[in-house]
């Protein structure tokens, strides 16, 4: 059966590719003014790509009042700075004629540059989507453009491009490097479950796909005027478009998600302690019974699951001759080195009081047997700091299907209570 979340995001993506497809329209439009007047064409669409990053930028500043997103911001930040690189980039193209005496290579230098800026911080937003470092952000993207316009004009950037010759090995090679770079972004948004850049997923993967396929035709031209020119503009317009629209269109469509993801994140660690004790940070008892149906319902193949029951020896005592505090403490000591200690694909349950359940996959009764008394003897070694004897006993039960796990956790329970009776290595039932 199908999920309502599952068919929201089939219709998202219709509705994506149906707009994108239509976005394309003026494509052909483009191409042939870029045949008819190619200056004119580089005009317009950098004017249009100006226009759009400022637009990302205006409503990124207009919904900050009551905006809980970073990624928003970010990304108005960021584009804002870009299109200063641009509109340099533009204004020197050749046959503008506003920079008089240099060639097409200056235009070229503004272009990496900006294009450097670009996906160093995209890469920063979607490594870190929760951060609201906004002015050290402002701080470091505007510094990179007062450094990048400093270099080139100064003569201290590496050419890019050369009359006659073309591209330079420089600019081939950063575009490399930033395709590699786009395409490490594209399959870490693929993958997140952020819910800071979940809405804006799907725009995201077509914007770096499209500034991916972009950078590639910038390593094809040798001439400012040719067709992979011409084509790597495009798609560069093109993702500035996917990203405006994806802010815009998922921010309206999808506010509470979008605008207000810190709410829903709150919601998901709500929930995380429901799962959990709140004193040790373990999973709890109930935790333990919804996994345990859950488990039992999947019918895994064969294999070798060990159970472990444990609980704390004179306990009761501890909380009597010493207090709560004290027993506490020593629930969280010995929380702390079951953590610690066993293999991280063990889980760990506070099964109540002081009873503790440790499931280990794929382990013998032996094997998890050796790894609990290594915990139990760094836990008896804690009596040095807490001035009285420390010990648990513990009981191991073999589970080798799902319909045995439940048997397994009673046999488990006795053998810990057989170990109790008898202060010793209890054997494996």
């Not at 701080?139 to 330079?168: H, K, N, W």
Request: charge should be neutral.
């Amino acid at each position: 059966m199908t999920s309502p979340m599952t068919t929201q995001h089939r219709s998202d993506n219709k509705n994506f590719l149906f707009w994108l497809g239509a976005s394309t329209f003026l494509l052909p439009v483009l191409f042939f003014a870029s045949k008819h007047n190619y200056l004119l064409f580089h005009s317009v669409v950098e004017v249009f790509a100006i226009l759009t990053g400022f637009s990302i930028f205006l409503f990124s500043v207009s919904t900050f009042p009551f905006n809980q997103n970073p990624v928003i911001m970010h990304l108005g930040i960021l584009y804002l700075e870009v299109i200063i690189i641009d509109f340099l980039h533009t204004l020197a193209y050749k046959g503008m004629g506003v920079f008089p005496g240099y060639s097409a290579n200056l235009p070229t230098q503004f272009w990496i540059v900006g294009r450097f800026l670009e996906f160093g911080g995209l890469g920063f937003i979607i490594a870190f989507p929760h951060r609201k470092w906004y002015l050290p952000f402002v701080f470091a993207v505007t510094l990179f453009v007062v450094l990048g316009i400093a270099a080139v004009f100064q003569g201290y950037f590496p050419d890019c491009f050369v009359e006659g010759r073309g591209l330079t090995f420089f600019k081939v090679g950063s575009e490399y490097v930033m395709i590699f770079l786009l395409l490490g972004l594209l399959l870490k948004v693929w993958r997140t479950e952020n819910y800071y850049l979940l809405p804006f997923r799907t725009s995201l993967i077509w914007a770096l796909l499209l500034s991916a396929a972009g950078e590639f035709s910038f390593t094809l031209y040798q001439d400012v005027y040719g067709f992979f020119n011409m084509l790597g503009h495009l798609f560069r317009f093109l993702s500035y478009v996917i990203i405006l629209r994806g802010i815009v269109v998922e921010c309206l469509k999808k506010p509470f998600q979008a605008l207000v993801g810190e709410l829903v994140q709150e919601k998901e660690k709500f929930e995380n302690l429901a799962k959990r004790d709140p004193l040790t940070g373990l999973f709890n008892r109930y935790t333990f019974e919804e996994w345990i149906k859950r488990f039992v319902n999947q019918h895994f193949p064969l294999q070798t699951y060990s159970l472990v029951f444990i609980d704390i020896n004179n306990f009761k005592e501890i909380n009597d001759s010493f207090g709560h505090q004290v027993g506490d403490k020593v629930l969280v000591a010995l929380a702390k080195i079951l953590t610690s200690r066993l293999r991280q694909e063990v889980v760990i349950f506070r099964y109540g009081g002081d009873e503790f359940l440790v499931v280990f996959p794929q382990t013998s009764p032996g094997g998890a047997r050796f790894a609990v008394e290594r915990a139990r003897n760094e836990f008896v070694s804690l009596q040095k700091e807490f001035g009285f004897p420390l010990s648990f006993s513990y009981g191991v039960a073999e589970v080798q299907s799902s319909e045995e796990f439940l048997t397994a956790l009673s046999r488990a329970d006795a053998a810990m209570y057989e170990m109790k009776k008898q202060n010793m290595p209890v054997a494996h039932h």
